[in-house]
């Protein structure tokens, strides 16, 4: 059963537009959501994160937005860069328990 | 400051053996959670160590078993390797804190491992 869903497993966007990308979950304990983006051969990186008490959080190009009621965040980056295109991971943290990640989504930004 | 360093970076094992992966924490971290990515997969949870102890294990078999050392550094074994066992094995580091681990999650660039 998978708690963290990643529906879409790849996106296309233009250099200049907005980029964004979808995850749902299906588990009410999870209190802590974050993104991770991941090159090919490197480990994930933290990008961004927010609480289960807020319902947006920005850093620079990057917003999370978080719909409690829906089960449902999304990260916009705006503007797309072609230094974005990556795979981008949706992650969650119901504590005590560990994160737990969703499939990834692969984004490309074509210039 | 090293974030976090995983060896070796790549491996190839025949069906069978036997592997061992190490990890070395980022500095100022005490918790170390290991994950498999296997192919188009998101990251999925192997098990956890704080104080050279198991805290959580997620649903792989006893195949898979790990250790911590003293100074936070950690390995993964993997006995009796099987085809499946193919993919990039991360390991992330945290802080523990009043019985749960931070948010802090740091992910090293992982060990590639291909059973042939």
């Known amino acids: 059963d998978q708690q963290v869903k990643q529906n879409s497993p790849s996106l296309s966007v233009q250099e200049g537009r907005i980029s964004i990308l979808n995850c749902d979950y299906t588990?009410?304990?999870?209190?802590?959501f974050l993104w991770y983006k991941k090159y090919p051969a490197e480990g994930p990186t933290f990008l961004i994160s927010?609480?289960?008490?807020?319902d947006k959080n920005e850093d620079g190009r990057f917003t999370v937005f978080l719909n409690k009621s829906a089960k449902h965040l999304s990260l916009h980056i705006v503007p797309s860069q072609p230094g974005d295109s990556a795979v981008y991971f949706c992650?969650?943290?119901?504590?005590?328990?560990?994160?737990?990640f969703g499939k990834g989504t692969r984004l490309s930004v074509i210039a | 400051d090293a974030g976090v360093t995983q060896s070796p970076t790549h491996l190839i094992k025949t069906r069978g053996q036997q592997v061992t992966l190490r990890c070395s924490p980022k500095?100022?971290?005490?918790?170390v959670s290991w994950y498999q990515q296997a192919l188009g997969q998101g990251p999925q949870f192997i098990f956890q160590?704080?104080?050279?102890?198991?805290?959580q294990r997620g649903n792989f078999p006893d195949r898979f078993s790990g250790h911590q050392f003293p100074n936070y550094s950690s390995e993964l074994n993997v006995n009796a390797l099987l085809l499946g066992d193919s993919a990039l094995y991360l390991c992330?580091?945290?802080?523990?804190?009043?019985?749960?681990?931070?948010?802090?999650?740091?992910f090293g660039s992982g060990t590639r491992l291909t059973v042939v």
């Open positions: 992330a580091s945290s802080s523990w804190y009043r019985g749960r681990v931070m948010s802090g999650y740091t």
């Open positions: 588990n009410s304990m999870f209190d802590y």
């Open positions: 927010i609480s289960s008490i807020k």
């Open positions: 992650a969650a943290l119901a504590p005590p328990r560990p994160l737990v």
């Open positions: 500095s100022g971290h005490d918790t």
């Open positions: 160590y704080y104080e050279e102890e198991e805290r």
